[in-house]
């Protein structure tokens, strides 16, 4: 009899652990289900994305744009250009970045700025200066011209008065000139060598001034000529 209610007390026992251990893998496939949907869901974002991004670049086409200051004469090289990506039209007159061997090697026609699209006129013979301009050379020491000064800037002219003389005629600013080249004197003078494209008048104005009298004063972009 005791054998008896021995057997009947495990049966119920060993019945529970059979119905409650199958569930456990149920359960946890369940929760695992959210994880793997939210998984391919962030794949597909991103496979849009990258095709989005593919179909924008499409329409850019793969020009020459100067990496660094170049002068008016002076031999274009490949450390002077780089490749960039632009919607390029019909109307916009630029090199392929494939026909950068008939560039390299070729000189600068007019002044190349930092950071411009290259366009086939500009390299070749030199044109430069424009019909009704003159190309003058100054000497500038600290304070006559502003930190920073490179080729491509645009500068106001000012004539400062005569130092000493009593009589001296006020200053006077004249029109907006291109910085072309800036570059440091190597002889024991000193100073640095600015060269500078204004209106004919304007430069025969300041060639005839006298030393120290000539200040370049740094425009914004889209400043007028004043």
Do not use: K, N, W
């Amino acid at each position: 009899m005791s054998h008896g209610v021995m057997d009947a007390t495990r049966r119920p026992a060993g019945a529970a652990r059979q119905v409650v251990g199958p569930r456990l893998p149920v359960r946890s496939r369940r929760r695992r289900v959210p994880h793997l949907l939210l998984g391919v869901l962030l794949v597909t974002v991103c496979a849009l994305a990258v095709a989005v991004l593919v179909l924008r670049a499409g329409g850019r086409a793969a020009v020459l744009v100067v990496t660094r200051p170049v002068a008016v004469g002076q031999v274009v090289t490949a450390a002077d250009l780089r490749v960039t990506h632009v919607g390029a039209g019909p109307d916009l007159a630029v090199v392929p970045a494939g026909a950068a061997g008939q560039v390299v090697g070729r000189t600068a026609a007019v002044p190349l700025a930092e950071g411009s699209l290259l366009s086939p006129g500009q390299v070749g013979p030199a044109v430069f200066p424009s019909e009704g301009q003159a190309l003058i050379g100054l000497l500038l020491s600290d304070g006559q011209y502003p930190p920073g000064l490179a080729a491509g800037a645009r500068v106001a002219v000012v004539l400062t008065p005569e130092p000493g003389i009593a009589d001296s005629p006020a200053g006077s600013q004249l029109g907006a000139g291109l910085v072309v080249s800036v570059q440091p004197a190597t002889d024991p003078i000193g100073g640095t060598r600015v060269g500078l494209v204004l209106d004919t008048t304007d430069a025969l104005t300041v060639a005839g001034a006298g030393p120290g009298r000539v200040v370049l004063v740094a425009l914004g972009s889209g400043a007028g000529s004043g």
